[in-house]
C-alpha cells in the first residue's frame, strides 16, 4: 500500500507557478522521494527525486522540510502540455525487498 | 539514456492462450519491476526483481509468471488470462531499488 497522501486534482492557468504537496508521515530513514508524471496511455516519467532540503533540476523543484514528513514538487510557469496525473512515490521496504508503490496521484489540469 | 523498451505495443489474446510480455534495459540497472494499471487508476506493483532474482510478488495470480533471463531482460508469461486482466502493464528498471525507477510506454493487453 502507498504511504502517500496528495490532493486528488488541482486547476491552474498557463504560465503560473503550481504546488503540489505530498504527505507521507511514516518515511522511513532511507526512503527517498520521487515524483512521476504520467499522461493517459503511457508510461510514468520520472521528474524529480530528493532525500532532503532542495533538489532542483530543469523542470522542477522539490522541497523537503527537515522533518521530511511531506514534499512539495514546484512545476514553474506550467503550460497546456504540463496536464497530466502527478504522483509522489516513497518506497516500502519488505523482508523481502523495496516496493514502490503508486498513490492515487493529483491531476493537474492546466487551462489557457 | 533511460530507455526502457517494452514488447508488443498492442496485444490481443484469448482466454486460452500463451503469451509473453518482453522488457529490455541497458542501463545497468539491478532492480526491475512489473506493474498493471487499469483506465484512471494508478499502477499497481506486481513484481520486483532485485539482482535478478525475484524479491517482491504482490500476491499476483499464478496465471501471470515473471521471468528475469539476465540482468537486462524481464518477461512476464501469460496463461489462462481473464478479461478482467486487460490493461496497460509497465515495466520499470532502476540502479538499485531504493531510489528512482524508469518505466517503459507498457503493452495495451486485451483478453477476450
Known amino acids: 500500500l502507498a504511504k502517500t497522501t496528495q490532493p486528488i486534482s488541482m486547476d491552474s492557468y498557463e504560465g503560473q507557478e503550481v504546488n503540489i504537496t505530498c504527505s507521507h508521515n511514516n518515511i522511513a530513514t532511507n526512503d527517498y522521494i520521487t515524483w512521476y508524471q504520467q499522461f493517459p496511455s503511457q508510461g510514468p516519467r520520472f521528474i524529480i527525486q530528493?532525500?532532503?532540503t532542495k533538489v532542483t533540476n530543469e523542470v522542477a523543484s522539490l522541497f523537503i522540510p527537515a522533518d521530511r514528513k511531506s514534499s512539495t514538487l514546484s512545476l514553474p510557469r506550467v503550460s497546456l502540455s504540463d496536464t497530466a496525473v502527478y504522483y509522489c512515490l516513497v518506497g516500502d521496504l519488505k523482508n523481502s525487498g523495496y516496493a514502490l508503490n503508486f498513490g492515487k496521484g493529483t491531476s493537474l489540469l492546466v487551462t489557457p | 539514456d533511460t530507455e526502457v523498451t517494452q514488447t508488443p505495443k498492442h496485444l490481443v489474446m484469448g482466454m486460452t492462450n500463451k503469451k509473453s510480455l518482453k522488457c529490455e534495459q541497458h542501463?545497468?540497472?539491478?532492480?526491475m519491476y512489473w506493474y498493471k494499471q487499469k483506465a484512471k487508476k494508478p499502477p499497481e506493483l506486481m513484481f520486483v526483481?532485485?539482482?535478478?532474482?525475484?524479491?517482491i510478488n504482490e500476491s499476483v495470480p499464478s496465471r501471470f509468471s515473471p521471468e528475469c533471463p539476465n540482468s537486462s531482460l524481464l518477461n512476464l508469461h501469460l496463461h489462462a488470462l481473464q478479461p478482467e486482466d486487460s490493461a496497460l502493464y509497465l515495466c520499470?528498471?532502476?540502479?538499485?531499488?531504493?531510489?528512482?525507477?524508469?518505466f517503459g510506454q507498457g503493452t495495451r493487453l486485451t483478453v477476450v
Open positions: 542501463m545497468g540497472h539491478r532492480a
Open positions: 530528493g532525500y532532503k
Open positions: 526483481y532485485s539482482y535478478e532474482k525475484l524479491s
Open positions: 520499470a528498471s532502476g540502479p538499485n531499488g531504493y531510489t528512482e525507477a524508469f
